[in-house]
């Protein structure tokens, strides 16, 4: 039961917000040009709207679910002083 609420809290790092962004930039590009070129090819605009929709489905699929790829650098708070701790 652990496993899955730590899957499902949504911790990722830095880095993988780097990695998350990179990766969003450049398939959101690539599906974008791909996408006009074989609507372009095939004259259909329902072909390219639907062709890009299904590469923004995909994305999401990688990218929204907190993977542990993206959680390879946590983060290491510094825990509460003793001093901080006496003021609460």
């Given amino acids: 039961m652990s496993v899955l609420s730590e899957m499902?809290?949504?911790?990722?790092?830095?880095?993988g917000q780097r990695l998350v962004d990179?990766?969003?930039k450049v398939v959101?590009?690539?599906?974008a040009i791909i996408s006009f070129i074989?609507?372009?090819?095939m004259q259909s605009l329902q072909i390219t709207f639907f062709l890009y929709g299904a590469?923004?489905?995909v994305l999401a699929l990688v990218v929204?679910?907190?993977?542990?790829m993206f959680n390879s650098h946590p983060?290491?708070?510094?825990?509460?002083?003793?001093?901080?701790?006496k003021t609460k």
């Fill in 8 to 15: 499902f809290e949504g911790k990722i790092d830095f880095h």
């Fill in 22 to 24: 990179q990766i969003s």
């Fill in 28 to 31: 959101l590009v690539a599906a």
């Fill in 38 to 41: 074989v609507g372009f090819a």
């Fill in 55 to 57: 590469c923004i489905v």
């Fill in 64 to 68: 929204i679910p907190p993977w542990p």
């Fill in 75 to 85: 983060v290491k708070w510094l825990s509460v002083s003793e001093e901080e701790k």
